[in-house]
């Protein structure tokens, strides 16, 4: 292990205990809602860990999070098929449309099967999809760009 290795990865874990906690501060603490998605964990690992990665940025991790999230709300509601169909289908659906789209974050791919398993209810969409990638996006460009002076994002597109 060197030592810019080390480096990193203490970086990328203060980070991520940073921005998680705001989240988890919100969802707890306060009477706001819910911040909390278990893609997001996924999130930290590419955002602060390889933010050059073009799946770490912004573009990507936000539109990623709300598309494979209107995928699995959209079969959730209106498909009426058992949950072994609807995940495999919602999944493959939002891998595609990643791709298609040029959008592709590979923990949002977790979105729609987060979403079916949990029967969650349209606000969802809101908080914590919209409100939470919005707040690790802050988070992700003062972290990465103003104190660690890394090209984040690396395209403002």
């Known amino acids: 292990m060197n030592k810019e290795n080390l480096q990193k990865s203490i970086y990328a874990a203060l980070f991520s205990i940073i921005t998680m906690s705001v989240l988890t501060l919100l969802t707890y603490k306060t009477t706001y809602g819910l911040f909390l998605i278990t893609s997001f964990g996924s999130s930290m ?11 770490s940025q912004p573009k990507n991790v936000f539109f990623s999070h709300l598309v494979t999230s209107l995928v699995g709300i959209l079969f959730l509601y209106l498909l009426p098929l058992p949950n072994f169909i609807l995940i495999p289908i919602a999944v493959g659906i939002s891998v595609g449309l990643m791709i298609l789209l040029n959008i592709a974050h590979p923990p949002a791919g977790a979105n729609p099967i987060i979403i079916i398993m949990g029967s969650v209810s349209l606000d969802y969409i809101i908080s914590p999809i919209i409100l939470g990638s919005i707040i690790i996006l802050i988070f992700a460009i003062i972290l990465n760009r103003f104190i660690l002076r890394k090209n984040y994002p690396s395209k403002w597109t």
């Open 45 to 55: 690992v590419l955002i602060y860990g390889y933010p050059e990665s073009p799946f």
